[in-house]
Every structure is written in structure tokens, then in C-alpha cells.
């Protein structure tokens, strides 16, 4: 079908045969300077999961994407739950919130990165005032905090709107049911909207762990590199790094493979929950 | 005043009310916060930020910050990387729509062989991003020598599965006999496409549009890879190229305001078409 | 304006034939109505002339010309559809004048017949609408000008009111009749609605099942239905139907005066059956009966009332009596008769003897 080959051209061409490629040169591994390469079947793997820091990456991978999930996802909820209560006034709140997802992820680096920077940053400065030496560029759990709070930031206006959306989505009746039985609005919550707002949760809870993982490059390359001393290497950032700065193509390779079996797991995951709620 | 019968019930306006504005203003405050500092560094002079702490008021050298960006910039104009960013976003938005919607119409209304197969095929697509493919396609880039170029930045990111799934959705609600009484009018399966699918599709493709862009706007690792000349750096990538390597102290002013221009192209589309904007999330979210 | 003409139609999806083998000529500017249950084929059958199907085996035949293979805007006919398949993009001018517009007709030319065609519906003011600013009825107006305008050899409509509310039916129905009366076009007309289907035709197709059980005018299929299909399917409430042992007083008289010696010949062979119309049975005093029956409940709906009841055996039968006579209780046990010349034999393959 002619209408379909531009598509499969490309999808050839830049998905089908560099996914091919990565899984092929996963099974070799080349010289530093790339003119020979030798077959090691899956020495590439063997050697990459007892890599000290290829294990340390999955944790890092692990706090990280947890981290800004629950953060950016919280922050969503608790502003979701506020602007809901409002009958007026939601969609200005609306409006204010919304456009910080128009902020790539790289500018988000570079504008927290500006704010905690050692010698300029103003709150590293105030921070400074009362007593606390802010600096992410040696310590490894500042480093973290900074890149989760400058991923979640982004994020939170994207899952604001899904939220908000699932909050309205439910009858007020049931509310107000809720509310003549006697539930103050804590219970309200507990009982009745959050179980109500569960399969919007889940679905944000899958796209954010897609998103911290893969979307978060932009961050932490402008913040911290991966450092200090990789203590925020991401997997994906991993493959970046040892691909092109370390020229490591076979390591680079089977890191690749690795994350297109957790992509795959993950979209799978997906479909199986939107496959769910069709069903509903 | 509230009555008695309402006590309990969301539309009260006691303590509560205002504590629920005052949630959403420090909400507000804490998203706006990073870019108001960023807009008020993009107003002072470098001597202003690195005497910490850096005023919270907008300095008066806007114009000169504005005209040091857009024109000469750190290793390039922003101007010239702003063009840069605007041709790629247009392109991956444009070509992900076209293609998409050239596929969805293919699969949804003609029966040929293998056509499960190409659905498949694009549907695997969602499994492999950019990130995870990323040696490879640079070098198959590199091998079409299209390192430095518009159509290396574009091509690689313009296969969708989403937007094909979206179309394909949204066509397989389109009465079959809307397709049987074109044919009956006389219309060729191109002339049901132009002339009926794609107007009645225009919202969903204006909706897909405005998220794409954006997308296509703030990629950063891929326009890292392969643009090694300056003058094709995109403005989301090039700002962090601005960072002076060693100890020199980066030239915030110039920094910030490139921020700024990086960031309100896609906030103004995000903006001015909201609805269409959130319309496009939830349709290529399901 | 043109004959059409089905010369041994025949449709398989894969394995399941769906039509079994049609044959018709119809006559320029005649009316024809294709009626059954759904599912029975009707609708392939049109879309078969229509050439939105492929015809597995026979010919279609407008005026002489085989058109099996062509294209539907080739074969010079226009379709309404059942939910008007108006686009919903195009304001009412631009979706009568889209086929035109494609076949590029000049300019002048196109809004001419546009307005003509809009005149003849009553759409004049609002040619500059949208589809989703019309009412039903509008839609389905407008559904009938994009056919006009072409000025096809045949007009096709596939249940084109069965998405109007009961009173806007009646009045679409005569504007149909009235409309292709006037214009004089060969129509072919897909309905399940049996009063559709009365009203409207000059001669109807009665299909069940892929078969064409019967194809004539319509009161001849209500007065001489050839399987017990057709006598079950047209006219309302239903044909009865039962067995001869359900006719228990005076069994002589009532087996042999009304029936020919044909029907008398198959009349005691098993699974023969008898059918009766509702408003042919009349209540009558119980020593001169031919069927006897307990009532379950009556309707009275006014003009008339439907008397349903149970004959000894046990099967179910309804009698349609004037109105003015008196209203029949539950649980009564009642004898009717039947006029004269009322009574059909079907034998045991429902074929009309």
C-alpha cells in the first residue's frame, strides 16, 4: 500500500534496523579504536549486570523515578483536590497551571539549576543564611533532591489536569450523598473520590514512571551530568554516556537491550490497563 | 452566611474557602517561582547575579540582554537557533500528522494483505524510543550523512504510533456509510480523504497538533547527538552549550533570557489553544 | 429512468450464502419495495445494485446494460441511506452538490439543479445549514436531494425512515411516494416495516432468509401469501396458524366447505396447516363454530379490538372484531368461523397450496 510507506519507511529504517543493530552489536564487543569487533554472545550482559556502577544505575534509576512520581503526582493531587472544591475560579487556577508543561525538561534543568547554582543560586544563598551549605555538585542526595524536584516541576501540571479531569469526572450526587451521611471532607476523600479516582492514579502512576524514566535525560544532563560520581545515572542517561562519551558500543548496546525489554514491559502494562477500562 | 444545612458541604464559604485558595496560590507561586527568577536574571547585569542574593525585581537591562541572546548569543544567534527549533518542531508535528494520517486511513479502509502486520509493526514502534535506540539511529544517520541537518533532526522522531492510533480511532467512528456515499457521489478513495476524512478530522488533527509540537519543540537528547555544528544547535539543546566549561562564570543574563525565548514559544500555543491542547492530551493518552 | 433488471442474484460471504438466487424485471418508474425480518438479505440485495457489494454469481441489468462490474457512480443510481450519511462538514448545498461537484459539473449548471431540487423538498432556507442544525426530517430531506440532483436512472433507499419518530414517518412516506411518482425514477426501497412497505410499492419483494418468497403487488401478497412466511410477515397482527386437529365442532363442515380439492387432497396429511387472518375470524354462537377458544385477554383499541385465545391444543389465535361489540372476558370460552373463501392450506413445507 503506497499510502502506508512512508511510515514503514521510517519505522524501518530508524526504529526497526538500529533496534536490530542495538541487539546485534550487544553480542560483540569492539576495540577502542572500532576496527575489529569480536563475538562474546552475552559477555556484554554477563559483565554489565556485575558492573558495580550498571547495578547502582537501577537503583538510582529506581529512587529517582519513584521519587518523582510520588512527588510530582502528590503535588498534582493536593492542587487537583483544592481547585475541585472550588465552583468558581478552577479554570483561572487552570490556566496558571497548566503551562509549565510546555517547559522542556532541559529548560526545567537549567532554571532549578540556576537557583540552587553554588555561586549564584539564590536559595543555595539563603539556604546559606541560615547555616545550610547547599551543594549538589559533591553531595549525592542533594544532587538527587534537586534533579527530582526540577523533573517533578514540570510535571506536575500535566498530571494537575488528569486529576482534575478524573475529580470532575465524578457525579457530585455521590459527594453530597457522602456529605448527608456525615463524612467530613477527610473521609470524603479517603472513602468515596480517592478509590473513585484509583484507575486515573493508576494510569498517571504508568505514564510518570515512562516519563521519569525517559523523558528525564534533558534534566539531568543540564544539572548534574550524572554525577557526582554517577550518583544520578539513570539507565538511560548510562546508555548515553558510555555510548558516546565512553565509545563503549557493545556495553552501550546491551544497556539498549536492557531498557527495550523494560519499555516493552512497560507498554504492555499500559495497553493492559487501557484494555481494562474499555471493558468497563 | 452559610446556613445551618450546609455546613459540611463543598460550596461553604468559611475558613475553608480561603484556605483553599491560599493552597492553590502557594501552588501557583511555587510553579511560577523558577521563571519569574529566571525572567528577573534576564532583565540585570551579570553583576547584579553574581553578588548573591540577585534582586527579585526586574532590572532595566532587558533590551540589552534580549539583543545579546537573539543576536550574537554564547557559540551561536539565538535567533538562528530558534529558527532551528521552529522548522524541526514544525517538521516532526507536520510529519507525524501527515504520515499518521496516511497510515490510519490505509489500514482502516482498504483490506490488503498484511495489513494486521503493518499494524503491528507500528504498534511496536511504542516500544522503542528514541533513548533506547540511540547509538544505532545515530549511526545510521551518520551513515546517510545527515549529521547537521534538518532532515537528520526530523526523520528519525517522525514515525508515530500514537497519532496513527489516534486517527485510527477517531476514522473507525466515521460511519462506513459516510465512505459508501462518497463512493456513490463518484469520489475516489484520495477524494474521500481530501474532500470528507481529513476537514471532518481537522479538531483532532488541531488538537494532535499542538501536543506534537510541543513534543517536537523540547526534544533535547536527540538534537544533542547529532548536531555537532552550532548553527544547527535547537535553543532547547543550545542553552546548556551556553554553560561555559572549567570555572568561567556562565553569563547568566544572556542565559536566562534564552530561557525565556526557548520557553515561550510552545507556552503561548499551550496557552492560547487550551482547549484544543487538552483536548490533544487526553485523546493521545488513551 | 430506467428498467432493472436481476437475473438469478446470488451472494456468499465465504461459505454462507447470504442471497440464494433473485430474479426480477422492473419496469421504468416503477415502484419497488424490498421487505423482510433483519438479516433476511434485503439490505445486500440493494447494496449488491447499489455496487457497494460484489456480486458472487448472476446479473444486474439497468436498462440492458450489465453493470456487475462497474463502480457505483458509474451505474447511473442514487442512494438514500438509513442514517442519510450526510457530511457532517458540508453546509446542505455543498453535500447535494458534492457528487456533481466530482463529476465536474459546471457551475451554473450544479446550483441550478441544486435549487431546483431544494425547491422540491421545501429546503430552500436552509441550504447554508449544517447537517447537525437539521431536524430528522430536514436530514432526511436533504438525504433525497443529493440523490435528485444526480438525476439517476435508479433510486435506491435502504430504510431511509427507520430514525424518524412514528407521525414524521407517515408524512415522509407520502412525500417519497409523491416524489418519485413525479419524477418518474425506477425505485428500489429496503424496509422491515411491512405498512412501508404496502403503502409505498407498486409490486414488493417478500424476502426470508436469502429467498424471495414472494414477489408481487401488495395486496395480492396480502390476499394470496405463497409460504406461511409471507402470510405471517405482511399484515398486522399475524396470519394464525394451526394444525387441523384444532378444529373440533363441526370438523365436516368446516374441512370441506371451504376448500378446493387441492387443499382437501393435503388438508388431513400431517404438518399441514391451516392459516387464517385475524380479521376473518368472527365470534359466533358455539354450536355453529368451527374453532373453539379461551380467551387469555382482549384488546380494545378503539375502531377495532384483538381477541387473543387459545385453541383446545393449545395454540395461540387472535381475532380482530369490530370495536362496538361486546368485550370478551378472560378466561371466556368463546367459538368462532371464518367468511368464506378466507381460510389458505399451507402443506408441510409452508408452500402455499
Known sequence: MLLLLPQVLVTVVFFFYPAGQAIWQSLFISDPFGLKSQFVGLGNFEYLLADRFYRASFATTAIFSGLTTVVSMGVALYLAVLADRLIKGSGVYRTLLIWPYAVAPAVAGVLWLFMFNGRVGIVTWYLGLMGYDWNHVLNDGEAMGLVVVASSWGRISYNFLFFLAGLQAIPKSVIEAAAIDGAQFWTRFRTIIFPLLSPVTFFLLVVNIVYAFFETFGVIHTITSGGPQQATTILVYKVFSDGFVGQDLGSSAAQSVILLVIVGALTIVQFKFIERRVHY | ?286 | ?353
Open chain 2, 1 to 286: 452566611m452559610p446556613r445551618a444545612n450546609e455546613s459540611g458541604m463543598v460550596r461553604k464559604r468559611g475558613v475553608g474557602y480561603w484556605l483553599t485558595h491560599l493552597g492553590l496560590i502557594i501552588g501557583v507561586l511555587f510553579i511560577f517561582f523558577p521563571i519569574w527568577l529566571a525572567f528577573v536574571a534576564s532583565t540585570v547585569s551579570q553583576q547584579e547575579i553574581v553578588r548573591p542574593p540577585m534582586p527579585l525585581w526586574p532590572g532595566d537591562q532587558f533590551i540589552e540582554n534580549y539583543t545579546a541572546a537573539l543576536f550574537s548569543g554564547v557559540n551561536v544567534p539565538v535567533a538562528k537557533m530558534l529558527l532551528n527549533s521552529l522548522i524541526m518542531a514544525l517538521g516532526i508535528a507536520l510529519g507525524k500528522i501527515v504520515i499518521s494520517l496516511l497510515s490510519a486511513f490505509a489500514i482502516v479502509y482498504f483490506n490488503f494483505p498484511g495489513r494486521r502486520f503493518f499494524f503491528w509493526m507500528i504498534f511496536l514502534t511504542l516500544m522503542l524510543p528514541v533513548e533506547v535506540r540511540i547509538v544505532p539511529t545515530f549511526q545510521v544517520i551518520a551513515n546517510f550523512g545527515m549529521l547537521n541537518s534538518y532532515s537528520g533532526l526530523i526523520f528519525p522522531l517522525i514515525a508515530s504510533a500514537t497519532a496513527t492510533f489516534l486517527f485510527r480511532q477517531y476514522f473507525m467512528t466515521v460511519p462506513d456509510e459516510l465512505a459508501e456515499a462518497a463512493r456513490v457521489d463518484g469520489a475516489r478513495p484520495m477524494q474521500f480523504f481530501w474532500h470528507i476524512l481529513l476537514p471532518m478530522s481537522r479538531t483532532n488533527i488541531a488538537a494532535l497538533f499542538v501536543i506534537l509540537f510541543i513534543y517536537g519543540w523540547n526534544q533535547y537528547l536527540w538534537p544533542l547527538l547529532i548536531t555537532t555544528d552550532p548553527e544547527m544547535n535547537t535553543i532547547v539543546m543550545g542553552i546548556r552549550q551556553m554553560f561555559p566549561s572549567g570555572d568561567d562564570v556562565a553569563d547568566w543574563p544572556v542565559i536566562m533570557a534564552t530561557s525565556i525565548l526557548a520557553m515561550i514559544p510552545p507556552i503561548i500555543v499551550v496557552i492560547s489553544m487550551q482547549k484544543l491542547f487538552i483536548r490533544g492530551l487526553v485523546d493521545s493518552e488513551k
Open chain 3, 1 to 353: 429512468m430506467a428498467t432493472l433488471k436481476l437475473d438469478g442474484l446470488k451472494k456468499s460471504f465465504g461459505d454462507t450464502k447470504v442471497i440464494h438466487g433473485i430474479d426480477i424485471d422492473i419496469a421504468e418508474g416503477e415502484f419497488i419495495v424490498i421487505v423482510g425480518p433483519s438479516g433476511c438479505g434485503k439490505s445486500t440485495l440493494l447494496r449488491m445494485v447499489a455496487g457497494l457489494e460484489t456480486v458472487t454469481s448472476g446479473e444486474i441489468q439497468i436498462n440492458g446494460v450489465r453493470v456487475n462490474d462497474l463502480e457505483p457512480m458509474d451505474r447511473n443510481i442514487a442512494m438514500v441511506f438509513q442514517n442519510y450519511a450526510l457530511y457532517p462538514h458540508m453546509n446542505v448545498f455543498d453535500n447535494m452538490a458534492y457528487g456533481l461537484k466530482i463529476a465536474k459539473t459546471p457551475k451554473p449548471e450544479i446550483a441550478e439543479r441544486v435549487q431546483t431540487a431544494a425547491k422540491l423538498l421545501q429546503l430552500e432556507d436552509f441550504l447554508q445549514r449544517r447537517p447537525r442544525e437539521l431536524s430528522g426530517g430536514q436530514r432526511q430531506r436533504v438525504a433525497m436531494g443529493r440523490a435528485i440532483v444526480r438525476r439517476p436512472a435508479v433510486f435506491l433507499f435502504d430504510e431511509p425512515l427507520s430514525n424518524l419518530d412514528a407521525k414524521l414517518r407517515v408524512q415522509m412516506r407520502l412525500e417519497i411516494r409523491e416524489l418519485q411518482r413525479s419524477l418518474g425514477v425506477t425505485a428500489l426501497y429496503v424496509t422491515h416495516d411491512q405498512v412501508e412497505a404496502m403503502t409505498l410499492a407498486d409490486r414488493m419483494i417478500v424476502m426470508n432468509d436469502g429467498v424471495a418468497d414472494q414477489i408481487g403487488a401488495p395486496l395480492d401478497v396480502y390476499k394470496n401469501p405463497a409460504t406461511t412466511f409471507v402470510a405471517g410477515f405482511i399484515g398486522s397482527p399475524a396470519t394464525n396458524f394451526f394444525g387441523t386437529d384444532e378444529v373440533t365442532v363441526n370438523r365436516n363442515k368446516a374441512l370441506m366447505s371451504a376448500f378446493s380439492d387441492a387443499e382437501r387432497a393435503v388438508l388431513e396429511k400431517p404438518a399441514t396447516m391451516i392459516g387464517v387472518r385475524p380479521e376473518h375470524l368472527q365470534v359466533c354462537e358455539p354450536h355453529d363454530a368451527y374453532l373453539t377458544l379461551s380467551v387469555n385477554y382482549s384488546e380494545a383499541l378503539g375502531a377495532e379490538t384483538l381477541i387473543h385465545g387459545k385453541l383446545p391444543m393449545g395454540t395461540a389465535i387472535t381475532i380482530r372484531q369490530n370495536g362496538h361489540l361486546p368485550l370478551p372476558e378472560g378466561g371466556q370460552e368463546l367459538g368462532a368461523v371464518w367468511s368464506e373463501n378466507s381460510v389458505m392450506v399451507f402443506d408441510q413445507n409452508g408452500k402455499r397450496v
